[in-house]
């Protein structure tokens, strides 16, 4: 967080030069198609946005309840909508989650219960991603939707192998405790012996206690499988709805003639597993690039700007400008150093 103000110089730099990219050649069609776009349809995209919001609320709710019982789902939805903002403005998305630790800690959670909480949301996240990633892949397979796509489907198919590679991890070091600790001692050793890393002992002792704290949170998830199954069964039907929503921002603009649920559904999936790991604040670029890739065979000249234009203005900076006010109304004035502050602390310890 330390510098998110460089990090909305990024934002803002990239998003100027993308709207220059897409307004330079059609600048007059763009803005027409965006003053005639239907009203009814842009308002069911963002209801349907608002229930991605709530499924992927109700998962989160359902963990911080086992530890705070007195949380409401109001505070749980608010704790989402404040996510999207330090997701948004931080590379990798790696500020969402200090913020909601330090929104809990406020609520008298403390500081490793709101980062076991985190751990087990992730969790649940991450499984959900990769079910709907792999629904996707056989969708496309079956029905052959995409061809080969320069460039864009070898990017979702690493995006596809990071985020498989990080679930397996994850499960991994969440349920295998004692083999972790033999593989991270091997690994260390291996690269103190070449000089690579220093402090062996005291960077051990730290992947350890971080295997632990996954392997106890594991535990947890596993003692509340009523609670982990319906999680991810909300975080998949979230992610349903975040996929399909394209296809009301077409049918607004009027250019969905060639889409359908399915295709909507791989195009959407193809481009959230893809710009997972942008090295970029809001993976701004990567995300604009892979939609108009995905979804070009479907839509075409001033309409395929105005699509994505209005898909990235919903679910990229609608919310982040709702969190940000969210976030500043709820905590008032120096808000934002007290949390790094509190973000700050606790990464220390």
């Given at each position: 967080?330390?510098h998110k103000w460089l990090?909305?110089l990024?934002?803002?730099a990239i998003?100027?030069?993308f709207?220059?990219?897409?307004?330079?050649?059609?600048?007059?069609e763009?803005?027409?198609t965006?003053?005639?776009?239907n009203?009814?349809?842009?308002?069911?995209?963002?209801?349907?946005f608002?229930?991605y919001?709530?499924?992927d609320t109700?998962?989160t709710?359902g963990?911080?309840?086992?530890y705070?019982?007195?949380?409401t789902?109001?505070?749980?939805l608010?704790?989402?909508?404040?996510?999207?903002?330090?997701?948004g403005i931080?590379?990798?998305?790696?500020?969402?989650q200090?913020m909601?630790?330090?929104?809990?800690?406020?609520?008298g959670?403390?500081?490793?219960?709101?980062?076991n909480i985190?751990?087990?949301?992730?969790?649940?996240?991450?499984?959900?991603?990769?079910?709907t990633a792999?629904?996707?892949?056989?969708?496309d397979?079956?029905f052959h939707?995409f061809?080969y796509?320069?460039?864009?489907?070898?990017?979702?198919v690493?995006?596809?192998?990071?985020?498989l590679?990080v679930l397996?991890?994850l499960?991994?070091?969440?349920?295998?405790k004692?083999f972790?600790r033999s593989?991270?001692?091997?690994?260390?050793?291996g690269?103190?012996k070449f000089?690579?890393?220093?402090?062996?002992?005291?960077r051990?002792?730290r992947w350890?206690?971080?295997?632990?704290n996954?392997?106890?949170n594991?535990?947890?998830?596993?003692r509340n499988k009523?609670?982990f199954?319906r999680g991810?069964?909300?975080?998949?039907?979230?992610?349903?709805?975040y996929y399909l929503?394209?296809?009301?921002?077409?049918l607004?603009?009027?250019?969905?003639?060639?889409?359908?649920v399915l295709?909507?559904?791989?195009?959407?999936?193809?481009v959230?597993?893809?710009g997972c790991?942008?090295?970029i604040?809001?993976?701004?670029g990567g995300m604009?690039?892979g939609?108009?890739g995905?979804f070009?065979p479907?839509v075409?000249?001033?309409e395929?700007s105005?699509?994505?234009?209005l898909w990235?203005?919903?679910t990229?900076?609608?919310p982040?400008?709702?969190g940000?006010?969210a976030?500043?109304?709820?905590?008032?004035k120096?808000?934002?150093?007290k949390?790094?502050?509190?973000?700050?602390?606790?990464?220390?310890?």
């Amino acid at each position: 967080m330390k510098h998110k103000w460089l990090n909305v110089l990024i934002i803002l730099a990239i998003t100027a030069g993308f709207l220059w990219y897409v307004l330079k050649d059609n600048f007059n069609e763009v803005i027409e198609t965006l003053f005639r776009s239907n009203i009814g349809w842009l308002c069911l995209a963002l209801l349907a946005f608002c229930i991605y919001m709530a499924f992927d609320t109700l998962s989160t709710y359902g963990i911080i309840k086992l530890y705070k019982k007195d949380v409401t789902f109001r505070f749980a939805l608010y704790l989402g909508v404040i996510n999207k903002f330090f997701c948004g403005i931080t590379p990798l998305s790696s500020g969402g989650q200090p913020m909601q630790i330090y929104e809990l800690k406020k609520k008298g959670v403390p500081l490793s219960t709101g980062a076991n909480i985190e751990v087990q949301a992730y969790m649940m996240f991450q499984i959900a991603l990769m079910f709907t990633a792999v629904l996707s892949i056989v969708l496309d397979k079956i029905f052959h939707i995409f061809q080969y796509i320069p460039v864009l489907l070898p990017m979702m198919v690493a995006g596809f192998v990071i985020n498989l590679v990080v679930l397996l991890a994850l499960l991994f070091i969440s349920f295998s405790k004692n083999f972790n600790r033999s593989v991270i001692r091997l690994i260390i050793t291996g690269l103190s012996k070449f000089g690579l890393v220093r402090n062996k002992e005291a960077r051990i002792k730290r992947w350890e206690d971080a295997c632990q704290n996954y392997y106890e949170n594991g535990q947890a998830l596993l003692r509340n499988k009523k609670v982990f199954a319906r999680g991810v069964a909300y975080q998949v039907l979230g992610l349903i709805a975040y996929y399909l929503l394209p296809i009301f921002i077409a049918l607004a603009i009027g250019c969905a003639d060639d889409l359908n649920v399915l295709n909507t559904f791989v195009a959407s999936s193809y481009v959230f597993v893809m710009g997972c790991y942008v090295p970029i604040p809001g993976a701004s670029g990567g995300m604009e690039a892979g939609f108009m890739g995905f979804f070009g065979p479907f839509v075409a000249g001033s309409e395929l700007s105005v699509f994505v234009l209005l898909w990235r203005g919903l679910t990229y900076y609608f919310p982040m400008i709702v969190g940000a006010i969210a976030f500043n109304v709820y905590n008032g004035k120096g808000a934002m150093k007290k949390a790094e502050k509190l973000a700050k602390d606790g990464n220390a310890k």
